[in-house]
């Protein structure tokens, strides 16, 4: 049997100690969690940056849930002028017109409002909190968290427009079908 | 005589008037309530039209900048730091 070095063990425990445990974006992986901001925003010794960072903070939070809760508002309006669609493409059908290509967009568009709600309620459930590291780093910290919400708001905006796009098709299928003219339907 | 007579005419008048007196003036403030008119809540019921060109109108009703103006604000809040 081997003898047993403490000097490579030894060496082995040094190094998990001093290896340095880097800050991940807290923002995005969530790591720094509540408690752990409240103490580092209470070691800010500059009383009105301390107060800023603590508003922006709540800002974000608020900012998040508004966004999303009229995301969540217009796409059950959108849900539910596709159901309305349905009903008149239902009695077209019903007067003996062919209406397999606006069933065809009702799907794609069911699946498009479905996955948008999903992004809207992950959306509504993601916290934002600064990664506060130093106190003459807090700028960058709050400007990376305020940029991170942007992206992630503007890509769930992003589903709900492509959402309303996809009704808007069955719309567009519709009114070929019963031969009307359709109007403002462009979206930026 | 006279002055019995007038002392006489002076009680009485008193004691008609305090049979009179009903109290202070009586406030004519009608209770708030009576006065507050009923208010009307129009309720405008939602369209239930099956036109495509009214289907695409509310459609665009939902069309939003995406939060573009909260945003901004928040940039300009953090400014300070």
Redesign the interface.
Known sequence: MKKFTPLPCLFALALIVATPVYAQTATRSGKMNREEFRAKVSAIRDE??KA??E??DT??KE?NA??TA?LLR?LD??EE?LN??E??AL?VEKGGKDIASVKTAVQKAKDAIAAARTAVNVQAAKTYIIDITTEDK??AA??AA?TT??RD??AT??A?VAA?KS??EV?TA??KV?G?K????T?K | MKTKSAIFLAVSALFLAACNYTGPAATTTTPPTAATPTTTISVTPTTASTNVNDLNAELNATVDDGGQADLNQLQKDASGL
């Open positions: 009105k940056k800023l960072v508003r922006m800002k974000m900012l508004k966004r009229i217009h309006k959108i002028i309305r669609i009903t008149r009695e807090l700028g709050v400007s305020r919400l942007a708001l503007q905006h992003q709900v309303r009704v808007r719309l519709l009114a019963v009307e359709l109007t403002n339907t979206e």
